[in-house]
């Protein structure tokens, strides 16, 4: 029997007993639905929130929830409420072009020195770049390096004219967060009580350089598993499977540039932090910019206390 309006499908779900399993879906579809953005079976299973279950349990009540008319199947992927198919053909179009500029850029990405990890983040990672997203970069430094780096990829980047700028964002690299290999654990960014969005942001990011350090940094942030349990560190190396790292051009680089590296840190360190604090946006109250030795975050416009009350909103209709 199909149910015909969204009130009575939610008056459906509340009379049946819900299992932890379906809990969790409805939590991550919930999240998703913000973004109205449909996901694969896979990845339900890996970022089922809150509840551990197999992928074959995970299935198993999909397909009960599917018949329900609760949850919509539609080309391998599900979601809360029909998507506009175009539109996210359109999306998938946007994140290829920009995982294109990823891999054209590759062998300078993989040859800055003195970084040990990089990793896709933001609207790439999570699936809702549209035309004018530009290209996010999560960094990790060497401990004592984190605004030598910044600079060398702020001349280098600039340089090619890829870098974004307050004008164009459009397909163009952001490089807004940057920490240390000393200093991994972000856990002191979680929001009190529950941050959603950070979990998922972080469950989400899409590793493409440093495969040890981002074992260490997922290590160091073992609180994901009390809310993503079926989480699995994948290196999703095949995103650049085609282009080979230039190793040995970061070692020659490294080395030759370690004396005028520790040299000029502390100096460029101070610029950097006095410049990140003389532009009004991070004294917003919506900012969450933070600029010291260990962590670069810059923030202006922090969406998760927003975005975690219309997540529960979204949420309590099930409940």
Not at 18 to 27: C, N, P, R
Request: charged content about 25%; aromatic content about 14%.
């Amino acid at each position: 029997m199909k149910i015909g309006t969204r009130s009575m499908q939610k008056t459906l779900v509340r009379s049946f007993t819900q299992t932890k399993v379906t809990q969790g879906i409805l939590s991550t579809l919930s999240f998703f639905e913000l973004y109205k953005l449909p996901v694969s079976l896979d990845r339900l299973h890996q970022l089922l929130y809150r509840t551990q279950a197999t992928i074959e349990e995970v299935e198993s009540e999909l397909t009960r929830l599917v018949k329900l008319d609760v949850v919509v199947h539609k080309n391998g992927l599900y979601a809360l409420s029909d998507w506009d198919e175009a539109k996210y053909l359109a999306n998938q179009m946007e994140i290829d072009k920009r995982w294109a500029k990823v891999k054209k850029y590759y062998w300078l990405l993989s040859s800055i020195p003195f970084v040990e990890h990089i990793s896709v983040i933001n609207s790439i990672a999570m699936g809702n770049a549209d035309s004018e997203s530009d290209i996010d970069f999560f960094v990790i430094t060497k401990p004592n390096r984190l605004y030598f780096v910044r600079t060398w990829v702020i001349l280098f980047f600039k340089l090619l004219g890829v870098y974004k700028n307050r004008k164009v964002t459009n397909e163009r690299f952001c490089f807004g967060f940057y920490i240390t290999s000393d200093n991994l654990s972000i856990k002191h960014l979680l929001l009190q009580d529950e941050d959603p969005y950070l979990t998922f942001w972080l469950g989400t990011i899409v590793p493409v350089s440093g495969h040890r350090t981002y074992e260490r940094f997922m290590k160091e942030n073992r609180w994901i598993y009390s809310w993503l349990p079926n989480f699995r560190t994948i290196y999703r190396e095949e995103v650049i499977r085609s282009l080979k790292p230039r190793r040995r051009l970061k070692m020659v680089l490294e080395k030759l540039l370690v004396l005028p590296a520790m040299v000029f840190e502390p100096i460029l360190r101070r610029i950097h932090v006095r410049h990140t604090f003389n532009l009004p946006e991070n004294h917003w109250k919506t900012s969450s910019t933070i600029a010291n030795k260990y962590m670069l975050k810059l923030h202006a416009i922090d969406p998760r206390k927003e975005l975690r009350t219309r997540f529960y909103n979204v949420l309590r209709q099930y409940k």
